[in-house]
Nanobody, 118 residues
């Protein structure tokens, strides 16, 4: 069992920045990929960004150049730096951790609200 706790969400104006953090605890061994998904009202959950244990990153086209994902393995934490935020970035952001040792297992945080509005 892995517990994920997100923080850093909030209400900001367009063009401002937020930094999301997700700290993993519990059975934190053998974490492979860490990432962020988001879900806006009436829409499906979508991948925002992910980072593999080797450092390779993947971003949604809509956030490339604006968001940066990083991880601190010593702290078992993944971050999402969000710059130049737009109203369309408004969503609940969910932390995701994937393990691929023997079996593929996904763990999810409870979500943190990001609202971009003037």
């Amino acid at each position: 069992q892995v517990q994920l706790v997100e923080s850093g969400g909030g209400l900001v104006q367009p063009g401002e920045s937020l930094r999301l953090s997700c700290a993993a605890s519990g059975n934190i061994l053998n974490i492979n990929t860490m990432g962020w998904y988001r879900q806006a009202p009436g829409k499906e959950r979508e991948l925002v960004a992910s980072v593999a244990n080797g450092g390779s990153t993947n971003y949604a086209e809509s956030v490339k150049g604006r968001f940066t994902i990083s991880r601190d393995n010593a702290k078992n934490t993944v971050y999402l730096q969000m710059d130049s935020l737009k109203p369309e970035d408004t969503a609940v952001y969910y932390c995701n951790v994937r393990k691929t040792r023997v079996l593929v297992r996904d763990y999810w945080g409870q979500g943190t609200q990001v609202t971009v509005s003037s």
